[in-house]
């Protein structure tokens, strides 16, 4: 854990904000092989945990099309 956050410099994989007394920090894992991918603050943890699958990433690149497309 002490060694992903001097990797990640003591910020969320995802969003990079620093963690802090509000901002805790959350170990990532694939809940298939539970391989630890890094360390995330609650709401990107939230994001990729309300995700599941690999057919959230399909998801996650529908939301950037939409996005995009209604700047």
Same mark, same amino acid.
């Given at each position: 854990f002490n /060694?992903?956050?001097?990797?990640q410099?003591? !910020?969320c994989a $995802? !969003? /990079?904000?620093?963690? @802090?007394?509000?901002n805790n920090?959350?170990? @990532?894992?694939?809940?298939?092989?539970?391989? *630890?991918r890094? $360390? &995330?603050?609650?709401t990107?943890?939230? $994001? $990729?945990g309300?995700?599941k699958? @690999?057919?959230?990433i399909?998801y &996650?690149?529908?939301?950037?099309?939409? *996005?995009?497309?209604?700047?």
């Open positions: /060694e992903l956050l001097l990797l410099n003591n !910020c $995802i !969003c /990079e904000r620093k963690f @802090d007394k509000i920090p959350h170990i @990532d894992h694939n809940h298939i092989t539970n391989k *630890v890094g $360390i &995330l603050c609650n990107c943890n939230l $994001i $990729i309300s995700l699958t @690999d057919n959230g399909n &996650l690149l529908r939301v950037a099309k939409y *996005v995009k497309k209604h700047k």
